[in-house]
């Protein structure tokens, strides 16, 4: 199999980059902060941990004590040659993810930062309806109601929509390598037998990389999750902390 | 002699939270004051939000003069198995093979709080007995239900809702020998979706606690809300709705340029950001008599979940004198409401935005539903009315 290109890139660099136009972008938001300094730090936490665990690694350290130990590992090592040809492509391909996830959530940053800075002031008075003439009464209350609706602009939702990678947590965020053997054919019994006890003789080595893989998933859910956080208080904390303190006022 | 009523509920005490749990409780208490014998089981858990270790002392006692029974609740149970009292049983074993459901029925049950010594007890007092179970989709509720049928009457505080359409919830409803709905929504949906006779099913309907005097401006006061005042009390998730519910509040200050203030109660904890604070406020799990303040310091209550039987909270509302907003979506939130004539509902922004225009911008419009909606529940929510039609279903008096 020919195995992807691994796209380098200076991630450590990268990060530093993101941080730091965060925290820029978050003092030029004007008389109010985008996010408070502790959500900041956690967020700049979540980065980290997205940098420290992004790597997905295949060659673990394999130690054997004493004799039955020492034949144990040497039995692994070779086992873990004969099967690389299966399993490092598999790990490099999710290395290549994670390096692009990355990549996208700087562009989404970028994105987000550029499209801020164009919005419009929020309103200074209020636009408060009804932009009706008609009396309301509650006997016509639902029609009038109607009727406003229908002259409210729409509502994108793009907000809810970021927020799906919130609850897609426990879905799409979590790798199984033990996942139920379905009894479908009475031959499938005799099967799973047989996949059990592979799956037991390898389990030394394709644990480690899918609790790696999990480490590193959770870490890209909190900081997508804490990026999606930053990315709608950009939009919406200062008008927000504006209207309160007119209102304060 | 008659047998002895009996309400069976996972969870129940002055604890315990939960929409159907205090139900049971509020019944429970209703029955015993018209004068009717009744008994409470259940089992040590606190409820819901709490792990499953022991809470309440297990063993008899009593709640407010009520015999209560306290069983002690089993071990977790192995992914997709089922209790051993109940996997032991005749008819569960001859009901499980013929229904043959799906794993994944199981498998949620499983997870569940149950209780082996209590549908244990549940077989060995059946001559002596009849059981309302509260809700319907609990392992006690569900294998209760099979091991004893014909002593099995069920308050389900059933929705549309996946566990409805379980293969188990339908033996369950088809073999109860009376279903109490809270609700007409609730009973039409019952009758239309298990296909049941409608004099299997009685709407007993739930009550409120009448005598609740709110004290709005001593809410506002202590917490110091200032903005026009929106108020929602439950389960702060996804299942209420509740994001988006905040949601819709900011998009609605940022359009209008106008702060309100979302308060938000429940037992449960909530997280947000600093600028959901400017607009959010979470007080937490509130006393009845905090809860009554800030219903009637609310300028209108909202209620976005489209999941419910009966919403008490709505009714409590009403009580208060305030308008109502609810999801269009949810048949008796809606319903109620249009029954009531006491306030609005919305299906989407637009429509919740408008809704919010006329009910904070027009007063007397407001005040006019809320008092439609206080009518509304001193007829219909009368806890000894209710207590009557439930005996009378069950006893046949």
Known sequence: MTQPPRTEIDVATLLSELESRIRTNTTQTGTTDALTPEELRVLHEALHEVELTRVISAHWLIQGIGVVGRITAALQKITRRLLRWYINPIVEQQNAFNDAALRA?????DVFEEQTASLPPPPVAPRMAPRTTAAITPDNAASIQATLASSEPTFDMWENDLRVVEAARAHIFHVHAHWPLPVERPTDSI???????QRRLLQWYINPVTANMNTCNRAMHTGLVHIATYLVALRVAPPLHHIRTRHDA | MTPRLTIVSTWYGPDTAGGAEVAARRLAQAIHALGYPIDVWTTTAR???????????????TDEGITVRRFIVSPELEESTIPAAAAQHPLVQRTLKQLNPPRRELRVLSTLVHSDALLQALVAEAEQRQYIFVPYPLPISVWGGMMVPEQSYLLPCMHDEPYAYHHLSRWQIQHAQKLMANSAQERDFLITTFALPAERVVLSRLGIDLTVIG??????DTYGITTPMLFFAGRRDVTKNVPLLILYVQEYILRRGRLVTLVLSGRDSIELTSYQRVYVRDVGFLSEQDKADA??????????????????????????????LVNRDCAVTAGAVAEARGGLDFNDFASFAAALDILLEHPDVASSFGEAGRDYVQHHCRWPDVAARVVSAVQGE
């Open chain 2, 215 to 220: 004290n709005g401006a001593a809410f506002r």
């Open chain 2, 295 to 324: 219903f009637a310091a609310a300028d209108v209550f909202i209620h976005a979940g489209t999941q419910e039987s009966f919403a008490f909270v709505l009714m409590e509302s009403w009580l208060q004198g305030r308008p109502a």
């Open chain 1, 191 to 197: 099967a799973n037998i047989v996949h059990k006890l």
């Open chain 2, 47 to 61: 409820d819901a939000f709490a792990p499953r270790a022991p809470y309440y002392p297990s063993g008899p006692g």
């Open chain 1, 105 to 109: 959530m700087r562009l989404m940053i």
